[in-house]
């Protein structure tokens, strides 16, 4: 399984940032994985965000939950993230990644996309 | 939510034994899984559910977990062991659900 992230890497404050990550290897559809969204602002450790089954049911991470949408597209085998009203708090790189129904972990995870919050 | 208390950094020779540690209040009641992240790269998966090694990652990685520290342990340690670790544990009683720990830096000496 391989996951790549894209999307664009600056984005000016209040704007909505938008990524896309994109699954190979893998179906997307499959039963037994949550696919997640992952920060680490520079010199930090990893900051979960949320998560989406694939039936579309979410979790998100509460001190961003009002901000925060992932959704799926099965068809195209990808899932994204949309965070509104960014400041320069939320620069950062941000990772895609695959996680188990039952497992609790992230087994693969996308190579990361900086995203920069500047006017 | 879960606190994840990690020290900031540890330092090891080479062929000598690193323990980098995982503080978190009963955290011995939970699985305890650890990430392995060089410069520039996503983090790597190298222990889970306390014990358990991912294939390809070597048998130097091991860990416990008891009371309120887990434990990362690499022996042998090689100059490609250089990194930063993290902890990461499923925290069900609340909705924060996955929590980090505040990272290690490894450096060999």
């Known amino acids: 399984v391989q996951l790549q992230e894209s999307g664009p890497g600056l984005v000016k404050p209040s704007q909505t940032l938008s990524l896309t990550c994109t699954v190979s290897g893998g179906s997307i559809n499959s039963s037994a994985y949550y696919w997640t969204w992952i920060r680490q602002p520079a010199g930090k450790g990893p900051e979960w965000i949320g998560r989406?089954?694939?039936?579309?049911?979410?979790n998100y991470n509460p001190s961003l939950k009002s901000r925060v949408t992932i959704s799926v597209d099965t068809s195209k085998n990808q899932f994204s993230l949309k965070l509104s009203s960014v400041t320069a708090a939320d620069t950062a790189v941000y990772y895609c990644a695959r996680g188990g129904l039952s497992l609790f972990y992230f087994d693969f995870w996308g190579p990361g996309t900086l995203v920069t919050v500047s006017s | 939510s879960y606190v994840l208390t990690q020290p900031p950094s540890v330092s090891v020779a080479p062929g000598k034994t690193a323990r980098i540690t995982c503080g978190g209040n009963n955290i011995g009641t939970k699985s305890v899984h650890w990430y392995q992240q060089k410069p520039g790269q996503a983090p790597v998966l190298v222990i889970y559910y306390d014990t358990d090694r991912p294939s390809g990652i070597p048998e130097r990685f091991s860990g416990s977990n008891s009371g309120n520290t887990a434990t990362l342990t690499i022996s042998g340690v090689e100059a490609g062991d250089e990194a930063d670790y993290y902890c990461?544990?499923?925290?069900?009683?609340?909705?924060?659900?996955?929590?980090f720990g505040t990272g290690t830096k490894v450096t060999v000496l």
């Open positions: 990461q544990v499923w925290d069900s009683s609340s909705d924060h659900l996955y929590v």
């Open positions: 989406i089954y694939t039936s579309g049911s979410s």
